[in-house]
């Protein structure tokens, strides 16, 4: 588990809800996966030309990118690319600008979501938005970021 600060950036995806009812979230990314040439261009790039990270990013119901609801079990989900700021999404894809926040990072693997909300309880430090589902392209490593500061 570590904390870092993420500046504000850019997911282009697919976008849906918790009210789409069971298996939401890997339709769209079925949805993303298969359409992905459509954005590509658009995926912002390390110095070696690879495409920087890939995000689930999530959101309240009114976009305003605070923690689902309702024991977090309502909320947008964004299955997507991490773009340049500039990029306009296709149609089809939603665009969306996560603000600035300093996170903790930590290894996504069954129960580490309950397990670093608790350990913050403990510690007195509260989600100030929504938690994000990070995989880095570069080692498929999936990754939580859970914001607990806004920069």
């Not at 459509?38 to 990118?65: C, P, T, Y």
């Not at 690319?81 to 996560?98: F, R």
């Not at 300093?102 to 909300?117: D, S």
């Not at 007195?124 to 994000?132: F, R, T, W």
Request: proline fraction near 3%; charged fraction near 25%; aromatic fraction near 12%.
């Amino acid at each position: 588990m570590m904390k870092v600060i993420k500046e504000k950036f850019v997911v282009i995806g697919k976008e849906g809800s918790t009210l789409d009812g069971e298996g939401f979230i890997q339709k769209l990314w079925n949805d993303a996966n298969s359409n992905f040439s459509e954005v590509a261009h658009l995926a912002k790039r390390d110095a070696n030309g690879s495409i920087v990270g890939i995000w689930g990013a999530m959101s309240d119901i009114s976009h305003s990118f605070k923690p689902w609801e309702d024991g977090f079990r309502k909320g947008l989900y964004l299955a997507g690319v991490e773009c340049v700021d500039s990029a306009e999404a296709p149609d089809g894809w939603v665009k969306w600008t996560i603000p600035s926040y300093e996170y903790i990072v930590a290894e996504n693997h069954r129960g580490v979501f309950e397990k670093i909300i608790g350990q913050m309880n403990q510690e007195g430090i509260s989600l100030v938005g929504a938690v994000h589902d990070y995989t880095d392209p570069a080692t498929g490593k999936g990754y939580l970021y859970f914001p607990i500061r806004e920069v």
